[in-house]
């Protein structure tokens, strides 16, 4: 039976669930724990601490993320009103959607300009390119910019340290084509604590001061400064990390543009944040609202007015999650990352195409980026709601706590004497870098599983072939893949392919029938495949000696069977495979006590990347 109630108005209303009594926590906890039990994760014995604390896990900034959430967070106000945590403008993007910026970094300036059209007659409305070093040249910038309407469209540059010739070269062709100054939108790209952070080398303040001061001037919905916090993003640096460098960089920006004259108000409307997205739907929903907090309580501090300090947001999917094997899941990640972005309000979106950490992206890998947009915005409506987010209370105590981490960090950025000292010291790269050797262990643990490379990948994929991209400017921050050592494991197994003839193998050898070894031997094979490293097997087996027929001569043995047949046969068998030839014997399982002649264990949690290391070095595989 469903209750109804009836409202004012004499319609009913329904109050679903209305008959049943409303659960307790301690009732949510013995249903946990009993589900808990069931599936092996907990003993006979109940847990020292919550039930939950069994499922909660810990973010790289120290966040503790817990199973339910009951509690509502305050003070995240209201859409397009201060502390613009709930989005900077009060429609949110259900009057237009987000802006499309698409990505155009290829170095031939009339290759470029087919893509580019291609891309606006297809949904794109903004344009992102990269000038310089890493793109077009800036003298070439109105050949790529052939039969662009710059009245019609926004446009973002990127010209790393060469900004200011971009700038000057975009300006210029805008009054070539007679667009009036009040019509042309977006952002010039200077960036120069982003030039630093990329190759430890300073950008111009000079120019950049002075390019803010022409927009302000002359063209009222072009900004000219950049906030890129994609560089510590890339180097491995955790969200609060990269927010933190963000809120410091443009700290840094406004004082120099109040420090030439300008007021606080026009300085800050000048900047455009750039934040990385990520398949970590949630993090990246709570990284763009903590963003727009911490900018709001930056610009109240220093005196602006309350439309000021909205900030304005250009949110990019991850390059550091790409992977360049089984880049076709990197179609999957780009459509979470993109739908996060949406949904944490930034005012603008790039969809990395899916093979960018291979090359220059086809004309294929194009349209998928901009149709996973299209197919957000106009088939699943995702912007027509204003803050989808608002009220979850899991988004919004992450918000908050996401915002304390970042608040934290940029102090001590600031105590330290702002970005550009921290940069010079060291202080950025060294906490950076001890986060990603974090990150990195987690990934060679694959507790960050990486599908398609650190875990089920596919050993007989065809490797996708693409131009390859400019070498970008280096020489700051590293930049990293979180899939990088894998790869390079896979590509060191390719090349013993190559030059031998065979891809490297180890042996399984299964102990007992298929219902007793099947479930280890996949778990072994699917780990091995994680290097490159192929896997033959014995099958179903009874004997020692029937595991000695079928061995192959691999000089690496996984056993692969239940406890209770280890305790009967892995001893045996290790000893009689090494009396065989094996050199290495391993075993698939953690048991409780070592196992005679076994060298190593491979399980759940193991370092998969030290394995894999040793396994190609046993194999003959040349690093």
Request: net charge negative; aromatic share 6%; charged share 25%.
């Amino acid at each position: 039976m469903v209750a109804h109630s009836t409202s004012s108005g004499g319609k009913p209303e329904l109050a679903l669930a209305a008959e049943f009594d409303e659960p307790t926590r301690e009732q949510w906890r013995d249903q946990v724990q009993k589900a808990l039990k069931r599936s092996g994760l907990l003993g006979d014995e109940p847990p020292e601490g919550p039930v939950e604390d069994v499922l909660a896990s810990r973010t790289y900034d120290g966040i503790d993320i817990h199973p339910l959430y009951t509690e509502a967070s305050e003070g995240a106000g209201l859409p397009g009103l201060a502390p613009f945590v709930r989005g900077a403008r009060a429609q949110g993007s259900a009057a237009e959607g987000w802006e499309v910026r698409q990505l155009h970094e290829h170095p031939d300036a009339a290759e470029t300009n087919r893509e580019m059209l291609a891309d606006l007659h297809n949904g794109v409305g903004s344009l992102w390119l990269r000038v310089g070093s890493g793109g077009i040249a800036a003298d070439e910038l109105p050949d790529a910019l052939d039969g662009v309407h710059l009245d019609m469209i926004t446009t973002a540059l990127d010209g790393g340290a060469e900004f200011a010739a971009a700038a000057e070269a975009l300006l210029a062709l805008a009054a070539e084509q007679g667009v009036p100054a009040g019509q042309l939108r977006g952002n010039l790209g200077a960036d120069p604590l982003g030039v630093l952070a990329r190759t430890g080398r300073p950008g111009d303040q000079a120019a950049a001061v002075a390019l803010a001061q022409r927009c302000a001037n002359e063209f009222p919905q072009l900004t000219a400064l950049a906030v890129d916090a994609l560089p510590h993003h890339e180097a491995g640096g955790s969200d609060a990390q990269e927010l933190g460098c963000s809120l410091a960089a443009a700290t840094t920006y406004l004082r120099w543009l109040t420090e030439a004259g300008m007021d606080v108000d026009t300085a800050a409307q000048q900047l455009e944040f750039r934040y990385a997205a990520t398949a970590d739907q949630f993090l990246t929903i709570a990284k763009l609202r903590a963003a727009r907090r911490l900018w709001e309580q930056v610009t109240r501090s220093c005196g602006a007015s309350e439309p000021a300090r909205a900030q304005n947001q250009h949110a990019v999917t991850s390059r550091a999650m790409l992977t360049r094997r089984d880049p076709w899941v990197n179609m999957l990640r780009g459509t979470i990352a993109t739908f996060a972005a949406g949904v944490g309000g930034a005012r603008s979106v790039t969809t990395l195409p899916f093979d960018a950490a291979i090359g220059l992206p086809d004309d294929f890998a194009r349209r998928i980026a901009r149709n996973t947009q299209a197919l957000l915005l106009e088939e699943s409506h995702l912007a027509q709601v204003i803050d989808p987010a608002g009220g979850s209370y899991y988004v919004e105590t992450l918000t908050d706590e996401l915002a304390e981490a970042a608040w934290s960090w940029f102090q001590r950025i600031e105590a330290a004497g702002g970005l550009p000292a921290a940069l010079e010291s060291g202080l950025v790269g060294e906490e950076i870098e001890a986060t990603w050797q974090q990150r990195r262990a987690a990934i060679s643990h694959r507790s960050d599983a990486l599908t398609g490379v650190s875990e089920f990948p596919d050993l007989d994929e065809e490797p996708l072939e693409r131009e390859p991209a400019p070498e970008r400017p280096t020489g700051g921050l590293p930049v990293h893949r979180y899939a990088e050592d894998y790869e390079a494991l896979r590509d060191a197994a390719d090349r013993h392919r190559a030059e031998t003839g065979t891809r490297p193998a180890v042996f399984l050898a299964t102990l007992g029938p298929l219902a007793k070894h099947n479930a280890r031997a996949s778990f072994a094979r699917n780990l091995f495949a994680a290097g490159g490293v192929d896997a033959t097997e014995a099958g179903p087996t009874e004997t020692v000696q029937e595991v000695l027929a079928a061995h192959d001569g691999a000089p690496v043995v996984c056993l692969c069977s239940s406890d209770a047949l280890y305790a009967e046969r892995a001893a045996e068998t290790a000893r009689a495979l090494k009396e065989a030839g094996a050199k290495t014997v391993l075993l698939a399982g953690e048991p409780a006590e070592p196992i005679e002649g076994v060298d190593g264990y491979v399980h759940v949690g193991c370092d998969a990347l030290t394995v894999l290391e040793d396994v190609h070095a046993e194999l003959g595989v040349r690093g």
